[in-house]
DNA sequence: GCCGTTTTCGGCCCGACTGTTTTCAGTCG
């Protein structure tokens, strides 16, 4: 995935870079180890991005900074501070040097920087490098060689630099550089004024979607899909891949015509005959899109190669080098020849992606699980079969536990509530309308509740084929107590506690206020735990490993709230929670018939945690989610 | 810089497209 970061208008946070924080690093380091925002391995990624950005500048070895770059990522998949991964020094390095991608001289540094709150190495690249030039990195199109060529020929020092050069007309008389490259940049440039961030994929899949229909409906008879970060259910989006496949050249000609000429399309950055790329405008939002082209007979590969991860696709490359063979995106040929595909070599795989699988002695790795995290060889082959064998599939998804009516701001009343149920196949639903403190959402006041109550019961009386439970979604106030007294809550058949307001208070607090609710023996969901939204809002930034010891204990169970502008728990959350094996609950928090369908966003997040069927309440039967309702703690761990 | 049931040294995935190039470097996926 590229790291695209936001750079305009220049928002870098307070870094040794941008030399506008220079107070004591090491004091402000402890101040984040109880902030919500986490700063320390923010910083920490940070530093090793431009390390590794610094060496490439300096026309150093590319593999060293490869390393960095892998460590900047491991840092910034943590789900903790990392001075935090161990109780002292020793420990702390122990659990660096063992996560993969860190060695000796990342614990070094990182240990330096927890200490010292800088890096040596990192402080010398700063004073070799301009800011400035980081940030030109980011700009498409721009490299290292680019870059370092404006910098030392023009002195160019940022981006307010180039952009001044690209009038000055002085940049065409660089060498490799001519009238396209600086009419090139200059739309690179517009279109960094206009993209945000990564998308977030509740804004970037009905995007991607609309685009495969639209291929689909050019060419009826080729395969389209969706591949990607999208594919992997990622929950941001860098860009919007696509694989199309067709026999005949001429339709995927047409194909990837009706690709770039779309009337969304700014840019076209590429047009050839395997792939093309653009930039496309759509709903306020700028964002690149990807169109690979192939055979039929390599659809396979293709999607695979599309699909990614990038780090998945080099290990499944080295595995298949291991077997004195060749991947690529055109399928696995045997030899070590390169480009086999021009030169008769008939692939051993490639039509389908678990041909290739099969070929590598692999078991088939779903999108989800296409990640750094699950390489086979950290996983171990058998734990992998096993975690696969029982992982969390859609079709087993037979209760939503956390749904919205009229009575508080759902769109359905209680019957269309049912009917939408029975026709998604649902055995369970649980009507969860909010409770008194939430004004705006139209939360119930505890008569209007009882009387709610009632009225969903009567209705349940009289149904045969889906279990309607009377709930609510009561709010977890700052201080951890809950909206509703114990007696309350104790009438309800399904109480899911969530956070609405104060989701900036500081870590200690808001683990504090969670574990309460983890612990009220009248809850039986944690909903959406940080409040955070996507791309917007970060939301509160807890213990996740006391959030899930604590409900592990109690039998509470942690939602994944599926709606993809939450996602919470995230995936990295959720890993932690299959470790220690707690409870989840998969809800929807729908709001209307349409909302339903958000249960994909969240099985694609579970998965990406590897989270087992049995972890997740959604898809227990009917009696073994009664009992579990009656009395939470049969679900806790050593019961 | 990192890593190892083929290695503790010597590798590190593989290919498309563009622009500027007389034969390919750079950037990107
Ligand atoms: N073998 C190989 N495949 C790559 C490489 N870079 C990208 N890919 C493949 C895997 C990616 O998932 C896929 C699409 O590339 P993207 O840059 O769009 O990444 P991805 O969609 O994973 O993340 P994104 O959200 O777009 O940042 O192309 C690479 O360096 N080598
Ligand atoms: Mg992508
Ligand atoms: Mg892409
Ligand atoms: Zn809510």
Not at 144 to 164: F, I, S
Not at 303 to 314: I, Q
Not at 567 to 582: H, S
Request: hydrophobic fraction near 40%; charge should be negative.
């Amino acid at each position: 995935m590229s790291a695209r970061r936001r750079v305009f208008p220049s928002s870098r946070p307070c870094t040794a870079a941008t030399g506008c924080c220079t107070t004591d690093r090491a004091s402000a380091l402890a101040a984040a180890r109880n902030d919500v925002s986490n700063d320390v391995n923010k910083a920490l990624q940070r530093a090793f991005e431009e390390l590794a950005d610094g060496l490439d500048l300096l026309g150093e070895s590319s593999f060293r900074s490869a390393s960095h770059r892998r460590v900047a990522r491991a840092i910034g998949d943590l789900t903790a501070p990392i001075d935090q991964l161990g109780d002292d020094p020793a420990q702390l390095r122990a659990r660096l040097e063992a996560i993969p991608g860190i060695g000796e001289g990342a614990t070094r540094r990182i240990l330096e920087f927890v200490e010292h709150g800088e890096i040596a190495d990192h402080v010398e690249i700063l004073e070799r490098v301009p800011g400035g030039l980081f940030q030109l990195l980011q700009v498409p199109g721009l490299g290292p060689k680019a870059v370092r060529t404006l910098w030392q020929e023009l002195g160019v020092q940022g981006v307010d630099d180039l952009r001044r050069e690209l009038d000055s007309g002085r940049v065409e008389s660089l060498p490799r550089m001519g009238r396209k490259t600086v009419q090139n940049l200059r739309s690179a440039l517009e279109f960094l004024t206009r993209t945000r961030d990564r998308l977030p994929v509740a804004l970037a899949m009905p995007l991607a979607l609309d685009l495969r229909d639209g291929l689909r409906s050019v060419e009826p008879e080729a395969r389209v899909e969706i591949a990607g970060s999208l594919r992997r259910g990622v929950e941001t989006i860098g860009d919007l891949d696509l694989v199309a496949a067709h026999h005949d050249p001429a339709a995927r000609r047409r194909l990837a015509e009706a690709f770039v000429n779309d009337g969304r399309v700014t840019d076209v950055l590429a047009s050839g005959e395997r792939k093309c790329s653009v930039r496309l405008s759509a709903g306020g939002h700028a964002i690149q899109a990807d169109l690979r082209l192939g055979e039929p007979a390599a659809f396979g590969a293709a999607l695979h190669y599309f699909t990614g991860s990038k780090e998945h696709n080099v290990l499944m490359r080295q595995i298949a080098i291991g077997f004195g063979r060749r991947l690529n995106e055109y399928g696995l040929f045997e030899g070590d020849e390169p480009r086999p595909q021009d030169h008769g070599g008939t692939p051993l795989a490639g039509a389908e992606e678990a041909e290739l699988y099969d070929a590598l002695g692999l078991p088939f790795i779903p999108a989800e699980l296409r990640e750094e995290a699950f390489d086979p060889a950290r996983v171990g082959l058998e734990a992998l079969r096993d975690l696969l064998a029982r992982l969390i599939d859609e079709d087993q998804i037979v209760a939503d536990l956390h749904t919205h009516s009229t009575a508080s701001d759902g769109r359905h009343s209680l019957e269309e509530l049912v009917a939408i149920a029975r026709r998604r196949g649902l055995a369970v639903l649980a009507v969860t309308d909010h409770s008194r403190s939430s004004v705006l959402a139209g939360g119930l006041e505890i008569d209007a509740l009882r009387e709610h109550v009632a009225a969903i019961r009567e209705l349940a009386a009289g149904l045969d084929d889906l279990v309607l439970l009377a709930g609510a979604e009561v709010d977890i106030l700052p201080d951890g107590s809950l909206d509703y007294p114990d007696e309350v809550l104790a009438e309800l058949d399904v109480v899911v506690a969530s956070p609405h307001v104060s989701l900036s208070q500081d870590r200690a607090t808001a683990t504090r206020r969670l574990l309460a609710a983890i612990r009220n023996p009248h809850v039986h969901i944690l909903g959406h735990p940080t409040g955070r939204i996507v791309g917007r809002r970060r939301g509160l930034q807890p213990d996740i490993d006391a959030l899930c010891a604590a409900a592990s204990e109690h039998g509470t169970a942690l939602e994944l709230n599926a709606n993809p502008r939450r996602l919470d728990l995230d995936d990295a959350a959720l890993r932690r929670a299959v470790e220690v094996g707690c409870l989840v609950a998969i809800d929807t928090d729908a709001h209307s018939d349409a909302q339903f369908g958000y249960l994909s966003y969240g099985v694609r997040t579970a998965r990406r945690a590897g989270l087992p069927a049995d972890s997740c309440v959604n898809t227990w039967e009917p009696e073994r989610l009664r009992d579990w309702l009656a009395d939470k703690s049969v679900g806790a761990r050593g019961r």
